[in-house]
Protein backbone atom coordinates (compact mmCIF):
# COMPACT_ATOMS: atom_id res chain seq x y z
CA UNK A 1 0.00 0.00 0.00
CA UNK A 2 1.86 3.01 -1.29
CA UNK A 3 1.73 6.25 1.22
CA UNK A 4 0.92 9.90 -0.21
CA UNK A 5 0.72 13.35 1.75
CA UNK A 6 -2.77 12.61 1.60
CA UNK A 7 -2.42 9.97 4.38
CA UNK A 8 -2.06 10.66 8.06
CA UNK A 9 -1.01 8.46 11.17
CA UNK A 10 -3.24 8.91 14.36
CA UNK A 11 -1.54 7.43 17.54
CA UNK A 12 -3.86 7.27 19.95
CA UNK A 13 -2.81 7.49 23.83
CA UNK A 14 0.92 6.33 23.60
CA UNK A 15 0.79 7.54 27.42
CA UNK A 16 2.20 5.72 30.24
CA UNK A 17 -0.66 5.30 32.21
CA UNK A 18 -1.83 2.91 29.48
CA UNK A 19 1.63 0.79 29.47
CA UNK A 20 2.98 -1.67 31.63
CA UNK A 21 3.50 -0.08 35.63
CA UNK A 22 0.78 2.63 34.47
CA UNK A 23 -2.62 2.54 36.44
CA UNK A 24 -4.92 1.44 33.32
CA UNK A 25 -1.89 -0.33 31.65
CA UNK A 26 -3.25 -2.52 27.91
CA UNK A 27 -1.70 -6.01 27.30
CA UNK A 28 0.83 -4.51 25.12
CA UNK A 29 1.28 -1.34 25.05
CA UNK A 30 4.70 -1.02 25.63
CA UNK A 31 5.09 -3.53 22.87
CA UNK A 32 3.49 -1.67 20.25
CA UNK A 33 5.80 1.72 20.32
CA UNK A 34 8.63 0.11 18.57
CA UNK A 35 6.36 -0.67 15.91
CA UNK A 36 4.79 2.77 15.95
CA UNK A 37 8.03 4.45 15.76
CA UNK A 38 9.07 2.85 12.59
CA UNK A 39 5.89 2.86 11.09
CA UNK A 40 5.45 6.85 11.35
CA UNK A 41 8.71 7.46 9.80
CA UNK A 42 6.64 6.02 6.94
CA UNK A 43 4.17 8.75 7.37
CA UNK A 44 4.82 12.21 6.46
CA UNK A 45 1.68 13.49 8.64
CA UNK A 46 1.22 12.41 12.09
CA UNK A 47 -1.40 13.31 14.56
CA UNK A 48 -0.72 12.29 18.73
CA UNK A 49 -4.04 12.28 20.60
CA UNK A 50 -3.71 12.41 24.51
CA UNK A 51 -6.22 11.71 27.34
CA UNK A 52 -5.79 14.69 29.67
CA UNK A 53 -8.28 13.93 32.38
CA UNK A 54 -8.46 16.61 35.83
CA UNK A 55 -8.90 15.47 39.03
CA UNK A 56 -12.33 13.72 39.86
CA UNK A 57 -13.50 13.15 36.21
CA UNK A 58 -16.63 11.42 35.54
CA UNK A 59 -15.27 8.34 34.57
CA UNK A 60 -12.93 7.92 37.45
CA UNK A 61 -14.66 5.32 39.73
CA UNK A 62 -12.88 7.09 42.72
CA UNK A 63 -15.49 9.83 41.89
CA UNK A 64 -18.72 7.96 42.88
CA UNK A 65 -18.47 7.28 46.24
CA UNK A 66 -19.07 3.43 47.07
CA UNK A 67 -18.32 2.53 43.05
CA UNK A 68 -15.26 0.26 41.98
CA UNK A 69 -13.74 0.06 38.91
CA UNK A 70 -15.33 -1.76 35.87
CA UNK A 71 -18.93 -0.55 37.15
CA UNK A 72 -20.98 0.79 35.41
CA UNK A 73 -23.47 4.07 36.18
CA UNK A 74 -25.92 5.79 34.24
CA UNK A 75 -25.10 9.41 32.83
CA UNK A 76 -27.36 11.24 30.78
CA UNK A 77 -25.09 10.83 27.19
CA UNK A 78 -25.87 7.25 28.60
CA UNK A 79 -23.89 3.93 30.60
CA UNK A 80 -20.68 4.99 31.76
CA UNK A 81 -17.76 2.65 32.41
CA UNK A 82 -15.61 3.67 35.27
CA UNK A 83 -12.05 3.09 35.57
CA UNK A 84 -9.03 4.11 38.16
CA UNK A 85 -7.94 7.36 38.36
CA UNK A 86 -5.71 7.39 34.69
CA UNK A 87 -3.84 10.03 32.79
CA UNK A 88 -4.82 12.53 35.12
CA UNK A 89 -3.86 16.31 33.75
CA UNK A 90 0.08 17.03 34.56
CA UNK A 91 1.03 13.84 36.23
CA UNK A 92 3.58 11.44 34.87
CA UNK A 93 0.70 8.83 33.92
CA UNK A 94 -0.39 11.57 31.48
CA UNK A 95 3.24 11.97 29.49
CA UNK A 96 3.30 9.79 26.49
CA UNK A 97 5.31 7.02 26.19
CA UNK A 98 8.99 7.87 26.88
CA UNK A 99 10.27 5.82 24.01
CA UNK A 100 7.51 7.51 21.91
CA UNK A 101 9.72 8.85 18.85
CA UNK A 102 7.81 10.71 16.52
CA UNK A 103 9.69 14.46 16.45
CA UNK A 104 7.55 14.90 13.13
CA UNK A 105 4.46 15.35 14.72
CA UNK A 106 2.40 18.34 13.57
CA UNK A 107 -0.77 17.73 15.42
CA UNK A 108 -1.25 16.75 19.33
CA UNK A 109 -4.67 16.92 20.14
CA UNK A 110 -5.99 16.33 23.86
CA UNK A 111 -9.54 14.30 24.64
CA UNK A 112 -11.30 13.86 28.29
CA UNK A 113 -10.64 17.03 29.25
CA UNK A 114 -14.24 18.09 30.29
CA UNK A 115 -15.17 17.46 33.77
CA UNK A 116 -18.63 15.69 33.16
CA UNK A 117 -17.89 14.03 29.77
CA UNK A 118 -15.91 11.02 28.86
CA UNK A 119 -13.96 10.83 25.18
CA UNK A 120 -12.80 7.99 23.75
CA UNK A 121 -12.89 8.47 20.32
CA UNK A 122 -10.78 12.30 19.44
CA UNK A 123 -13.15 13.31 17.08
CA UNK A 124 -16.31 13.80 19.43
CA UNK A 125 -17.13 13.38 23.28
CA UNK A 126 -19.41 10.28 24.25
CA UNK A 127 -22.07 12.95 24.35
CA UNK A 128 -21.97 12.71 20.45
CA UNK A 129 -22.17 16.43 20.13
CA UNK A 130 -18.85 17.82 21.30
CA UNK A 131 -16.48 18.00 18.63
CA UNK A 132 -12.61 18.40 18.96
CA UNK A 133 -12.23 20.15 15.24
CA UNK A 134 -9.94 17.15 14.52
CA UNK A 135 -12.37 16.37 11.09
CA UNK A 136 -11.82 20.10 10.28
CA UNK A 137 -8.14 19.92 10.39
CA UNK A 138 -7.61 16.81 8.67
CA UNK A 139 -9.80 18.13 5.63
CA UNK A 140 -8.30 21.13 5.83
CA UNK A 141 -5.17 19.45 5.30
CA UNK A 142 -5.63 17.34 2.23
CA UNK A 143 -6.50 14.34 4.27
CA UNK A 144 -8.25 11.31 3.04
CA UNK A 145 -7.00 8.24 4.74
CA UNK A 146 -6.67 7.99 8.21
CA UNK A 147 -4.32 5.07 9.45
CA UNK A 148 -4.81 4.76 13.07
CA UNK A 149 -2.16 2.77 15.67
CA UNK A 150 -1.94 3.22 19.85
CA UNK A 151 -4.00 2.50 22.58
CA UNK A 152 -6.73 0.33 22.62
CA UNK A 153 -8.83 -1.43 20.27
CA UNK A 154 -10.89 -1.88 22.55
CA UNK A 155 -11.91 1.94 23.72
CA UNK A 156 -10.13 4.74 21.76
CA UNK A 157 -8.54 3.12 19.01
CA UNK A 158 -12.15 1.64 17.75
CA UNK A 159 -13.78 4.78 18.84
CA UNK A 160 -11.70 7.00 16.97
CA UNK A 161 -11.37 4.82 14.03
CA UNK A 162 -15.59 4.45 13.90
CA UNK A 163 -15.80 8.50 14.11
CA UNK A 164 -12.90 8.81 11.12
CA UNK A 165 -15.28 6.72 8.84
CA UNK A 166 -18.24 8.46 9.70
CA UNK A 167 -16.47 11.83 9.49
CA UNK A 168 -15.90 10.25 5.30
CA UNK A 169 -12.35 9.53 5.45
CA UNK A 170 -10.94 5.99 4.25
CA UNK A 171 -9.87 4.16 7.39
CA UNK A 172 -7.65 1.61 8.34
CA UNK A 173 -5.92 0.83 12.46
CA UNK A 174 -2.86 -1.05 11.95
CA UNK A 175 -3.02 -4.19 14.15
CA UNK A 176 0.70 -5.04 15.06
CA UNK A 177 1.30 -1.19 16.05
CA UNK A 178 -2.40 -1.31 18.27
CA UNK A 179 -2.81 -2.43 22.15
CA UNK A 180 -5.76 -4.22 23.59
CA UNK A 181 -6.95 -3.68 27.35
CA UNK A 182 -8.41 -7.96 26.99
CA UNK A 183 -7.41 -9.71 23.94
CA UNK A 184 -8.29 -13.04 25.23
CA UNK A 185 -10.50 -14.83 22.53
CA UNK A 186 -14.23 -13.66 22.91
CA UNK A 187 -13.44 -10.42 24.86
CA UNK A 188 -13.08 -6.92 24.74
CA UNK A 189 -10.39 -6.44 21.70
CA UNK A 190 -12.53 -9.30 19.61
CA UNK A 191 -15.75 -7.53 19.82
CA UNK A 192 -13.76 -4.13 18.95
CA UNK A 193 -12.76 -5.44 15.98
CA UNK A 194 -15.94 -6.92 14.89
CA UNK A 195 -17.33 -3.69 15.72
CA UNK A 196 -14.86 -1.79 13.68
CA UNK A 197 -15.08 -4.03 10.91
CA UNK A 198 -18.76 -3.50 10.56
CA UNK A 199 -18.62 -0.06 10.92
CA UNK A 200 -16.24 -0.41 7.48
CA UNK A 201 -12.75 0.19 9.13
CA UNK A 202 -10.12 -2.28 7.30
CA UNK A 203 -7.46 -4.02 9.44
CA UNK A 204 -3.83 -4.35 8.13
CA UNK A 205 -0.65 -5.19 9.25
CA UNK A 206 1.98 -2.56 9.47
CA UNK A 207 4.15 -5.21 6.77
CA UNK A 208 1.15 -3.70 3.96
CA UNK A 209 2.36 -0.25 4.13
CA UNK A 210 5.25 0.79 1.65
Not at 50 to 73: C, N, R, Y
Not at 140 to 151: D, M, N, P, Q, T
Request: aromatic letters at 8%.
Amino acid sequence: MDLTNSDVLIVVDMQNDFCEGGALPTADGHAVVPVINEVGNRFQNVALTQDWHPKGHVSFASAHPGKAPLETIPMPYGDQILWPDHVVQNTWGAEFHPDLNLPHAQLIIRKGYLKDVDSYSAFCMVDGVTKTGLASYLSERGISRVFVAGCAIDYCVGGLATDAVKSGFETFIIDDATASIDPAPGASADCAWKDVAAAGVTRINSADLA
